[in-house]
């Protein structure tokens, strides 16, 4: 019998969905991966466009329920899967700033990074989402530098999210090598679940490379 917590991930390696994968391992949830391979543009492909309209990964299925965009599927598996472990419950202290930095990864942490990749400069303060690059960064600093993780000492669902972000952001020159960032990032990053997936992602990655003559 197919357990009712079991979670299809649609998943490509080395993408946003790789978050939500070490999030499942951390969870110890039972789930099955749906695999795409971006390299191939399967998710162009209508079958994929009619599970997310804008062909990126990752989402999720999970019994009736269809779930798009990385922050929303945080919130969603922390909440069912894990509740008061992963994910602060709804009367905790934490719970208020939990949902806080999990909405700045999404609504002024990624727009931010985009822009200073594609080297635009923001709208005005007024209209940006995030102010300005560097008052965003320094009150992400100044949040990590309490330390050891981004709540204190209790590791959520968040941390998963912002562990993986920073990881890449830093390794592609994103964000800048700062003591909170560098070190939030290796604790983080040397958790089994995390280096599990990592190793199944270059596997995966090298094999859907192959797979196009890459």
Known sequence: MTSPNRVT?????QTRAT???VLLEEMGAPYDLHVLNMKAGEQRQPAYLAINPLGKVP???HGDALVTEQVAITIYLADLLSPGGLAPALNDPLRGPYLRWIAYYGSS????VVDRFMQREPGPAEMSPYADYDTMLGALEAQ???????????FTAADVLWGI???????FGLVPKRDA?????????ARPAFQRVDQADAAMAAEHA????G
């Open 9 to 13: 991930l649609f998943y490509s390696p």
């Open 19 to 21: 978050g939500m994968r």
């Open 210 to 213: 192959a797979a196009v003559g």
């Open 165 to 171: 972000a920073l990881n890449w952001t830093l390794s």
């Open 59 to 61: 989402a999720i299925r």
């Open 109 to 112: 942490f990624e727009p931010a």
């Open 144 to 154: 990590l530098a309490t330390g050891p993780y981004l709540l204190g000492d209790r």
């Open 181 to 189: 960032f560098v070190r939030y990032t290796e604790r983080v990053t």
